[in-house]
RNA sequence: GCCGUGGUGGUGUAGCUUGGCAGCAUGUGGGACUGUGGAUCCCCUGGCCCGGGUUCAAAUCCCGGCCACGGCCCCA
């Protein structure tokens, strides 16, 4: 018999639903940020990848040569693609430019609990501006990005990475060391960086001080300053303080990222809890021009897990009618029925295996119809319809045409 | 890639230790029921992940693979 493969899944109705509905309030909401929508193509050159994070990457993507002879990859994420395709022809769009996406990613990756080979993204690119209002801009969107699907339990953790530079330069630490540094940071190995690098209890103490005393300690407090502004900046936009952290630990290991960055992590969900994370980064050096980008990618199917967790899923949508003809005699008035009610946008069903009523009325009911309507001989006779509300149970007999007349009033 | 646990009708499970008729529940379809659902009763349907080995005999024991789950590595 022939499987899914590996890391990939089949997603249901009830599961399709759910997840447009999700990924509706995520463009509704970018959209109301004033981003734009844009699609990459799921393929690209091995290279675009390899150049962005390095040759090691390869590892971790589906490629494969063409027919032509092309180093192939399906996109591991959106990020390279986005800054590919504005340099290659949205160059002369004003700035700032604002774009999101959304769509299946791959990497081949040992499957685990919400890590997937195909898994889904959704990310915004705020291209142009190097300011602290677009840091923030950028931090308000994905706050509320994981706040409107109605997660509860998140922490987004801000930092900005040219602060645990300063601090490491005026340590005298070959900023060459930087990214062995960070990512050990990043795996919370603390000790062996403090150790390696003969810092004492000096990093730790710095990354537990107060934003102010670390303005105090360091020689230039500039990116101190760079990231209290992007804070008071983001009081803004109304962000509830209880999710949100100063980290400083907070990093991101790749070499692209340069100013503030940002994780949130989803407390429910376990080893895969980062739902999503951003911040600052030029990936002109690819390209060779200088392009300040700043913008986050969520986890689609972890933010879902998450919110499952949470019980937060949003309920899904009742259908309308459910005809049931009561014999052949009542076909033809049955369908004059369900073509108005469906000309209408009214989400009609009609039976289609001749069934009994009382076996359709079941299938009316385990498919969550609103109302079954009743079709037989006596409504043929006098133009009426047989409404039977499925959820109270109760059951009226009325014209037809009245019938669709309220139904257009009530529903559109 | 590494460590661990597991895989029996569509779904959930019993059976596995101690080899010997694959059982139950639910779902699908049909009937009781061609004018009334969420109920009841009946019938049908449908399964031992794949391959090899041991054995008179394998769902059961052994080996390999595949897949899922938990964790590690990685996580753009």
Known sequence: MIERPRGTRDL???????????????????????????????????ELFTKKSGPDIVNELYHFEDKGGRDIALRPEFTASVIRAYNEGMRELPKPLKLFYFGPSFRYERPQSG????????????????????????????????????LDEFELRVSNLKILDQFL?????????????????????????????????????????????????????????YLKEVLDLLEYYGLDEKHLKVDIGTVRGLDYY????????????????????GGDYNLGDIFGIDISSKGFAMGFDRSILALE???????????????IPIGEESFEYSYEILRELRSKNVITDIDL??????????????????????????????KSVTIKDMHSGDQKTIGKDEFVREVDEKWN
Request: with cysteine; charged share 35%; net charge negative.
């Open 12 to 46: 249901d109705p009830d599961e399709m639903e759910t997840r447009r509905k999700i990924e509706q309030n995520l463009r509704d909401l970018s959209t109301s940020f004033g981003y734009r929508e844009i699609l990459t193509p799921t393929f690209e050159h091995t």
């Open 115 to 150: 890590r997937y080979r195909e898994f889904w993204q959704f990310g915004t690119e705020l291209i142009g501006p190097d300011t602290a209002r677009a840091d923030a801009e950028n931090i308000a969107l994905a706050y509320n990005c994981v706040k409107n699907i109605r």
């Open 169 to 225: 330069q005026e340590n005298d630490i070959d900023i060459e060391k930087r990214q062995d540094i960070y990512h050990k940071i990043d795996k919370e190995e603390l000790e062996e960086v403090s150790e390696e690098y003969s810092l004492g209890s000096k990093l730790l103490d710095f990354l537990n001080m107060e934003l102010d005393e670390m303005s105090n300690i360091l020689k230039d407090p500039e990116p101190v300053e």
């Open 258 to 277: 340069k100013g503030v960055v940002f994780e949130i992590d989803a407390d429910n969900l376990g080893a895969e809890k980062q739902i999503l994370g």
């Open 309 to 323: 967790n949470e019980g937060k899923l949003p309920e899904l949508d009742e259908m309308d009618c459910y005809i």
């Open 353 to 382: 295996m001749g069934r009994g009523v009382g076996k359709a009325l079941g299938y009316a009911d385990k498919n969550d119809f609103k109302y079954a309507l009743l079709v037989g001989g006596n409504e043929v006779e006098d």
